[in-house]
């Protein structure tokens, strides 16, 4: 479908395709499986701060309507496509459909840099997006949380724009908003830490001491920098590598992950920290560590860069991190690296965001405790399941963790018929 013409989407395809193959599905079942219920595109017309209009292109995508609403997160960045906004949404169903959540998938965003734009830019265009969405999203049809280039304060411009439209507030449109107006306690944290208790497991199943192990994150976001953190201080993992869009470093004697966030804190980005061990980018995934954390842009594990993998654990905390041609790399180094899958390995956010829905749903509060614990039992659940799938039928855990998923939307489509 040409609107989707894009390297992302194809590859969301290619990836399900390997799954319907392997789960044998019925050719006219995968089109209705694989392509987007729903795309919206907008056009957002701005004043900026120079006294020009400036107009940028939004874009939202309900990827399947089978058992719920849709769930998603909102992107702003330069490089955003439909085609890109589409595959993000296809990976939240199967996502969404392993954790057992009642939605299918959803992602939208903005083709813009924000950290080009002024914050009273920021906001007009938050709230120009919303104020185009407000016929295609609300808390029983489409739900919007945060992405990259996104944050609490977007998220609560977004829930501003749509209640002031509404004449009452309207909590549950937005999940990832400030706990100051109805976001949940550990929403902020949920990615990262979720990242970081199925590393732990993994580390458990290889008989790996977490005291004795490297660690090298790429991105140093919001999923990023909480698994950095969660991992050197309360895990005791030496994080040796650590990068930004403007900066990679590499120390084998370990990093002061606190000091980063410092930095980050003050400057904005890495670009002057730690200077004298500044490396190429380009290397730091191939550099050797015991835990290799992609928590950034998709495509950065490819069929140049995946034999060289140095990790014995790759944590998948970004969104597509690695490409069907490195999958098959991997494969064949099933028995020196353990993958933690995308769909698994980043599900804290849209599992928390779930809690978050629920509690604005009903008008009441969990304590952070309450949270991460379903947190870690749903996350537990789903571990285990693609575990033993892998080890049954003698597959990555990719295609388990995909296949879960995928049944379980197959079979919600089977017994409703065509609609959703
Ligand atoms: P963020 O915007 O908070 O942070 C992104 C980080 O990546 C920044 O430090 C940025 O400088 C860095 N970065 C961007 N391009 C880079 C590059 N080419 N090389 C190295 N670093 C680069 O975003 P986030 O919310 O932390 O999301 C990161 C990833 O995790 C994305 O793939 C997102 O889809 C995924 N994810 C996020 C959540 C969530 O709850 N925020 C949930 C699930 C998945």
Same mark, same amino acid.
């Given at each position: 479908?040409?609107?989707?013409?894009?390297?992302?989407?194809?590859?969301?395809?290619?990836?399900?395709?390997?799954?319907?193959?392997?789960?044998?599905?019925?050719?006219?079942?995968?089109?209705?499986?694989?392509?987007?219920?729903?795309?919206?595109?907008?056009?957002?017309?701005?004043?900026?701060?120079?006294?020009?209009?400036?107009?940028?292109?939004?874009?939202?995508?309900?990827?399947?309507?089978?058992? /719920?609403?849709?769930? #998603?997160?909102?992107?702003?960045?330069?490089? &955003? +496509?439909?085609? @890109?906004?589409? %595959? $993000?949404?296809?990976?939240?169903?199967?996502?969404?459909?392993?954790?057992?959540?009642?939605?299918? /998938?959803?992602?939208? #965003?903005?083709?813009?840099?924000?950290?080009? &734009? +002024?914050?009273? @830019?920021?906001? %007009? $265009?938050?709230?120009?997006?919303?104020?185009?969405?407000?016929?295609?999203?609300?808390?029983?049809?489409?739900?919007?949380?945060?992405?990259?280039?996104?944050?609490?304060?977007?998220?609560?411009?977004?829930?501003?724009?749509?209640?002031?439209?509404?004449?009452?507030?309207?909590?549950?449109?937005?999940?990832?908003?400030?706990?100051?107006?109805?976001?949940?306690?550990?929403?902020?944290?949920?990615?990262?830490?979720?990242?970081?208790?199925?590393?732990?497991?993994?580390?458990?199943?290889?008989?790996?001491?977490?005291?004795?192990?490297?660690?090298?994150?790429?991105?140093?976001?919001?999923?990023?920098?909480?698994?950095?953190?969660?991992?050197?201080?309360?895990?005791?993992?030496?994080?040796?590598?650590?990068?930004?869009?403007?900066?990679?470093?590499?120390?084998?004697?370990?990093?002061?992950?606190?000091?980063?966030?410092?930095?980050?804190?003050?400057?904005?980005?890495?670009?002057?920290?730690?200077?004298?061990?500044?490396?190429?980018?380009?290397?730091?995934?191939?550099?050797?560590?015991?835990?290799?954390?992609?928590?950034?842009?998709?495509?950065?594990?490819?069929?140049?860069?995946?034999?060289?993998?140095?990790?014995?654990?790759?944590?998948?905390?970004?969104?597509?991190?690695?490409?069907?041609?490195?999958?098959?790399?991997?494969?064949?180094?099933?028995?020196?690296?353990?993958?933690?899958?995308?769909?698994?390995?980043?599900?804290?956010?849209?599992?928390?965001?779930?809690?978050?829905?629920?509690?604005?749903?009903?008008?009441?509060?969990?304590?952070?405790?309450?949270?991460?614990?379903?947190?870690?039992?749903?996350?537990?659940?789903?571990?285990?399941?693609?575990?033993?799938?892998?080890?049954?039928?003698?597959?990555?855990?990719?295609?388990?963790?995909?296949?879960?998923?995928?049944?379980?939307?197959?079979?919600?489509?089977?017994?409703?018929?065509?609609?959703?």
């Amino acid at each position: 479908m040409i609107i989707y013409d894009d390297e992302v989407f194809k590859m969301a395809c290619d990836q399900f395709q390997v799954i319907a193959d392997y789960l044998n599905i019925d050719p006219n079942d995968r089109d209705r499986l694989m392509y987007p219920k729903r795309a919206v595109a907008v056009t957002l017309p701005v004043h900026m701060d120079d006294g020009s209009t400036k107009t940028f292109q939004g874009y939202r995508v309900q990827h399947h309507l089978t058992l /719920g609403p849709t769930k #998603g997160g909102t992107r702003f960045a330069p490089s &955003l +496509s439909m085609g @890109e906004t589409a %595959a $993000l949404a296809m990976w939240m169903s199967w996502k969404c459909a392993l954790s057992n959540l009642p939605y299918g /998938g959803a992602k939208g #965003g903005v083709a813009v840099d924000p950290s080009k &734009l +002024s914050r009273r @830019e920021l906001e %007009a $265009l938050s709230r120009r997006y919303m104020q185009e969405m407000i016929p295609f999203v609300g808390p029983h049809t489409d739900i919007m949380g945060p992405d990259m280039g996104t944050n609490e304060q977007v998220m609560a411009w977004f829930m501003d724009t749509y209640s002031v439209y509404q004449g009452y507030s309207v909590s549950e449109i937005v999940t990832g908003k400030p706990v100051a107006i109805g976001g949940t306690e550990g929403r902020r944290e949920a990615t990262g830490r979720g990242v970081v208790y199925l590393i732990e497991r993994a580390m458990n199943i290889l008989k790996i001491d977490p005291e004795k192990c490297t660690a090298i994150v790429q991105g140093f976001g919001n999923v990023g920098s909480v698994a950095a953190l969660s991992l050197a201080y309360k895990s005791g993992v030496k994080i040796v590598g650590l990068s930004d869009h403007t900066a990679a470093i590499y120390n084998p004697k370990g990093i002061d992950v606190k000091a980063a966030e410092q930095h980050i804190f003050k400057k904005g980005h890495l670009k002057a920290f730690d200077q004298e061990n500044h490396v190429d980018p380009n290397k730091l995934l191939t550099m050797k560590c015991d835990v290799l954390i992609p928590a950034a842009v998709d495509r950065v594990i490819t069929e140049k860069n995946a034999a060289k993998l140095q990790c014995r654990i790759l944590a998948e905390a970004a969104n597509g991190p690695t490409t069907p041609g490195a999958d098959l790399i991997l494969e064949q180094r099933w028995d020196e690296i353990f993958v933690i899958p995308d769909i698994l390995c980043n599900a804290g956010g849209v599992i928390v965001s779930y809690f978050e829905w629920v509690q604005g749903l009903q008008s009441f509060r969990w304590t952070e405790m309450e949270v991460t614990d379903k947190l870690f039992r749903i996350l537990e659940h789903s571990f285990a399941q693609v575990i033993k799938r892998a080890k049954e039928h003698k597959i990555s855990h990719r295609t388990a963790a995909m296949a879960i998923g995928v049944e379980r939307v197959l079979k919600a489509k089977k017994v409703r018929g065509l609609f959703p």
